[in-house]
């Protein structure tokens, strides 16, 4: 961008973006079937008290509705603690039907959950990524980065870990039928 100004000196302004990736994406895939009989990938970390609440009530959830669960949990970012819980997702993958995948509620943790639901589907499993509201933005550039638009991203409200346990089970309750729809897994 360029900005003239009264005494006619031109300035430019470099904004610090990446070029946008191409406007075709990954396919994103759906389960196309009812959950009972699949095998449901749980991915949580360590850092999210809320985050644990609504994933446990959703496992007890998906065992009601005839599904199993696989749940791992991650640990860290970056660093070689980072890699290893990049290449548990890796494996994970290959094990799950599909998978949902939290918490997106900071910067951070929202770049890793986008990142690991990626990873799903790019293993052809359908994927949801679960994230805050103060943080769909970012998801959305994020997975569009990774070259993955349609990525299926379930908000929920922010900010949830100062909820009292009883909030989060009733936030629990409300969005689990969403995230079935989203990974297309109705009755």
Not at 71 to 83: F, L, R
Not at 156 to 174: F, G, H, K, V
Request: glycine share 8%; charged share 25%; net charge negative.
């Amino acid at each position: 961008m360029s900005i003239s100004t009264p005494d006619q000196v031109t300035i430019s302004i470099r904004l610090p973006t990446g070029r946008p990736a191409d406007a075709v994406g990954a396919p994103a895939f759906t389960v196309d079937a009812p959950i009972a009989g699949k095998r449901v990938g749980l991915r949580t970390d360590l850092a999210w008290r809320s985050w644990m609440l609504i994933a446990g009530r959703w496992d007890e959830y998906l065992h009601r509705d005839g599904a199993t669960t696989l749940a791992i949990q991650t640990a860290a970012q970056v660093g070689k603690e980072g890699s290893d819980d990049r290449a548990k997702v890796d494996s994970w993958s290959d094990q799950v039907d599909c998978g949902i995948v939290g918490l997106g509620t900071c910067g951070s943790c929202t770049s890793f959950s986008v990142h690991d639901a990626v990873t799903l589907e790019q293993h052809e499993k359908p994927s949801v990524v679960v994230v805050c509201s103060e943080f769909e933005t970012h998801a959305r550039n994020m997975a569009r980065f990774l070259g993955h638009p349609d990525l299926k991203v379930l908000v929920l409200p922010y900010p949830l870990e100062a909820r009292p346990e009883e909030e989060l089970l009733q936030i629990a309750d409300e969005y689990y039928p969403r995230a079935l729809e989203l990974l297309g897994a109705g009755e």
